[in-house]
Nanobody
């Protein structure tokens, strides 16, 4: 399966971005999709995830209330809507897939990764 993340860019604090993760090569609906991010000199961290069925979502504490993950199985695409962005949200954002997964933030559960998209938030 191939994942391609897009939608990153530069915004001011308080702004919004929507990231997309397009999936090809396998049955998209069978995969939990999660977003992780990695800031310079920091470890990759979980942001949000959505289960392969049922629509169950999970969020990191920093993402709760500001970010929203969704999926469109008809378009083989998952989204991360990010609102009220802060400078500390600056990172490369990666989407990842976990076959029949729950969408929780266990990094090594995810076997397939996109290439990342850079989000820069200025103050």
């Amino acid at each position: 399966v191939q994942l391609q993340a897009s939608g990153g860019g530069s915004v001011r604090a308080g702004g919004s971005l929507r990231l997309s993760c397009a999936v090809s090569g396998r049955t998209f609906s069978n995969y939990a999709i999660a977003w992780f991010r990695q800031a310079p000199e920091k470890e990759r961290e979980f942001v949000a995830g959505i289960a392969w069925r049922g629509g169950t979502t999970s969020y990191s504490d920093s993402a709760k209330g500001r970010f929203s993950i969704s999926r469109d199985n008809g378009k083989n695409t998952a989204y991360l809507q990010m609102n009220s962005l802060k400078p500390e949200d600056t990172a490369v954002y990666y989407c990842a897939g976990d076959l029949y997964g729950s969408g929780y933030g266990i990094l090594n559960r995810y076997d397939f990764w996109g290439q990342g998209t850079l989000v820069t938030v200025s103050s």
